[in-house]
């Protein structure tokens, strides 16, 4: 059996609740070294298209409490823009192995005194998933969920600096990596802490 959520338009306030919550989780651990600012989110759209559910398994069902598994496909048109700032020492980067010295390089910028720090957007488009969760939504808890796999198939990232290869590859690889371990790791505390602020307000 298979169904669609009701995808309806979020309202502002719910919207903003996620940036917050995402743009914590995208802080925890450790960055990428020449990331030296707050990776924020500064944008963040759910789309008109809603994920596809296929039930696996019903584990429990009662009047205020459901456990089930589900089989979860999405290929929808949301996506998310991330504002951060880099370090882009050409000196300093090229002693490092990085490649963002290839930015201060482009610009004619050569050694300095302090590292030279520039902005940089990041969007996150044409996202595709397929997964197996498990799903439970206690009226009095809240939602939690739990993907079973690695549920990633697709994403598309671009930038501010998309004209230069060798960083365009590096940060495909990256936010690969980074979205493969928040959905593991921090997508269920979002999940649940959305969904508990939503029945506080009942």
Do not use: C
Not at 18 to 45: E, F, H, R
Not at 96 to 104: A, L, P, T, V
Not at 191 to 197: A, F, P, R
């Amino acid at each position: 059996m298979a169904f669609k959520f009701n995808w309806t338009e979020f309202n502002h306030e719910f919207l903003e609740e996620a940036k917050q919550l995402l743009t914590i989780a995208l802080n925890k651990g450790s960055k990428p070294a020449n990331i030296v600012g707050q990776i924020k989110v500064k944008d963040l759209y759910l789309g008109t298209t809603p994920p596809e559910l296929e039930v696996l398994e019903i584990g429990e069902l009662a009047e205020d409490r459901f456990r089930g598994i589900f089989k979860l496909v999405y290929s929808g048109d949301a996506y998310v823009v991330l504002q951060t700032q880099v370090q882009a020492n050409p000196v300093n980067s090229m002693q490092s192995g990085s490649i963002f010295g290839s930015i201060g390089s482009r610009w004619g910028i050569l050694a300095a005194d302090q590292p030279l720090v520039v902005p940089m957007l990041l969007s996150l488009r044409k996202l595709r998933l397929r997964g197996i969760i498990v799903l439970v939504i206690n009226k009095h808890k809240g939602v939690t969920l739990v993907f079973k796999n690695d549920p990633l198939e697709n994403v598309e990232v671009s930038s501010t600096f998309d004209d230069v290869p060798a960083i365009r590859e590096f940060l495909q690889r990256e936010i690969e990596t980074q979205m493969r371990k928040m959905m593991q790791e921090e997508l269920p505390t979002i999940v649940h802490e959305l969904s508990q602020k939503y029945l506080n307000r009942q």
